[in-house]
Nanobody, 122 residues
C-alpha cells in the first residue's frame, strides 16, 4: 500500500492550497481516508476524513468552513482543499488510511503517506 501526498508549499495568509493523496496497492472502497497535520513541537492532529464508499466527511473544528475533503474514485485520490489559510495552519500534512469508519486518532490508522509541508506566512 502506498499513499503519496503532494501539493504543499508556501502561501500567504488568506491564500489557498489543494493537497492530493494518491492511493495505490489495494482497493480502498471500504476504507476511511484522513488528513492529519503536525506543526513543529506539537503532536499530530486530526484535520479531516472521508469514508471512501459513502463520501461522508468529518472535520476538526479548527478547519470547518475553510477546508474541504473530497475524493476521486477514478483516480484513487483524496484531496484537501484549503482556503483562508492562517499562519497557524503551518504544518506537515499527512494523509492516512484505515479500514471501516473514520477516526480522529492517528494511532488507529494503518497506512501513512510521507507528508507534505504547508507554510503560511503572515
Amino acid at each position: 500500500v502506498q499513499l503519496q501526498a503532494s501539493g504543499g508549499g508556501l502561501v500567504q495568509a488568506g491564500g489557498s492550497l489543494r493537497l492530493s493523496c494518491a492511493a495505490s496497492g489495494r482497493t480502498f472502497s471500504s476504507y476511511a481516508m484522513g488528513w492529519f497535520r503536525q506543526a513543529p513541537g506539537k503532536e499530530r492532529e486530526f484535520v479531516a476524513a472521508i469514508r471512501w464508499n459513502t463520501g461522508r466527511v468529518y472535520y476538526a473544528d479548527s478547519v470547518k468552513g475553510r477546508f474541504t475533503i473530497s475524493r476521486d474514485n477514478a483516480k484513487n485520490t483524496v484531496y484537501l482543499q484549503m482556503i483562508s489559510l492562517k499562519p497557524e495552519d503551518t504544518a506537515v500534512y499527512y494523509c492516512a488510511a484505515k479500514e471501516d469508519t473514520y477516526s480522529a486518532y492517528a494511532w488507529e490508522y494503518d497506512y501513512w503517506g510521507q507528508g507534505t509541508l504547508v507554510t503560511v506566512s503572515s
